[in-house]
């Protein structure tokens, strides 16, 4: 472990794990898992800076496990484990928040969209979600961190505190790079693909859920919004078609630009066919996996138990380092 580098990424247990946080992140997670030591968390304490119902988000906190690992992430090889079993993530934020401008958080484009989605409830949670964000990352010294394009402010937040912190108090963090797939960064909406594929969207058709039935996969791509003119091309103004090369390249490992070329001259009925089929090929093991493994839920515990363990001795000699740091007494 001493020698490989350092991965963190997290999904927050809200709505469904959409095909967009598959392409966009845990694929990746998955393939970056040989040649880094990874780290992959429920970050379950992101999760109530929109209100929660308790029960189902501890049922929804195994289920994203359970999914994590039925995507291929390999408990053997990487540490899986519940945010809020770490306490270090809590209280390195306490000290990055008050490392971090009020400016800074205002900025954030994420802030604004949940806020005006949440009118009733923009709690300092929210606000400062980002500065958790960054704890995550700076407690396991985190040289990469595999996500989505939506989240490339946050971690240029991460970063800037981070070499911030360094600068104050002589080297203490690894700063991180991103680790953003050059297709699929941005799965769109199957119902609006101007907007991200979203897992808190309401409406169910805008995106696939891992565990939706091959029919039901198959239903809401053939009912995917595209354009009128009828030519299958992947050029600026065809979302909808973009969209379906982005998640058809994505799946067979093509760049959209060449995955177009297997359709030239054909309708749009055959390019939603294929990528239902595509969709429906690599989720199939998945959902086999995953009923396997949620049919054993003393396995799951056992899992994110060892990983909390192994988590928080790496957190806490960084959280200790950073005390040190700011003048807190020592033990
Ligand atoms: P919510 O809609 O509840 O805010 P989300 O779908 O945006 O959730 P997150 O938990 O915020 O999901 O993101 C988990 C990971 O999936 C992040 O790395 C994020 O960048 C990535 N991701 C989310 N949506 C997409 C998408 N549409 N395309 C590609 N990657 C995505
Ligand atoms: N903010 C991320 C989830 C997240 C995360 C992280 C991702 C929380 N902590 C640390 C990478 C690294 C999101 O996708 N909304």
Redesign the pocket.
């Known amino acids: 472990m001493q020698n490989k580098k350092m991965i963190?990424?997290?999904?927050?247990p809200t709505g469904c794990v959409t095909l967009g946080n598959y392409i966009g992140a845990l694929k990746n997670w998955v393939k970056l898992q040989k040649e880094y030591q990874c780290i992959y968390?429920v970050?379950d304490m992101?999760s109530i800076t929109v209100r929660q119902n308790p029960d189902e988000l501890r049922e929804r906190c195994r289920q994203f496990l359970a999914l994590y690992i039925a995507c291929g992430i390999d408990p053997k090889e990487s540490i899986l484990f519940f945010q809020s079993h770490v306490s270090a993530h809590a209280e390195l934020s306490w000290i990055l928040n008050c490392h971090t401008y009020i400016g800074e958080l205002s900025r954030m484009t994420?802030f604004k969209d949940k806020s005006a989605k949440h009118e009733d409830n923009i709690n300092a949670g929210l606000f400062t979600?980002p500065v958790?964000?960054a704890s995550?990352?700076l407690l396991y010294q985190t040289d990469l961190?595999p996500?989505?394009v939506?989240?490339k402010q946050?971690l240029e937040l991460a970063r800037d505190i981070a070499i911030r912190f360094n600068h104050l108090y002589g080297d203490t963090f690894t700063v991180p790079e991103g680790y953003i797939p050059p297709v699929g960064a941005r799965v769109m909406s199957l119902q609006d693909p101007t907007s991200k594929m979203s897992k808190s969207d309401p409406n169910p058709n805008g995106y696939i859920w891992l565990l939706d039935a091959p029919e039901v996969i198959t239903k809401k791509i053939k009912r995917a919004v595209t354009d009128s003119d009828g030519e299958i091309a992947y050029r600026e103004g065809k979302d909808g078609i973009n969209n379906l090369l982005s998640i058809y390249g994505a799946i067979v490992g093509k760049k959209p630009e060449e995955a177009v070329l297997e359709f030239e001259g054909q309708g749009y009925g055959i390019l939603k066919t294929r990528v239902a089929e595509a969709v429906c090929e690599e989720l199939r093991p998945i959902q086999e996996k995953y009923k396997e493994i949620s049919a054993d839920p003393s396995f799951l515990d056992s899992i994110s138990k060892n990983g909390a363990e192994k988590a928080a001795e790496i957190a806490e000699k960084t959280l200790r380092l950073v005390q040190d740091k700011v003048g807190f007494m020592p033990r």
């Open positions: 963190f990424s997290g999904v927050q968390s970050v992101h994420q979600y958790l964000m995550d990352i961190v996500v989505g939506d989240q946050h």
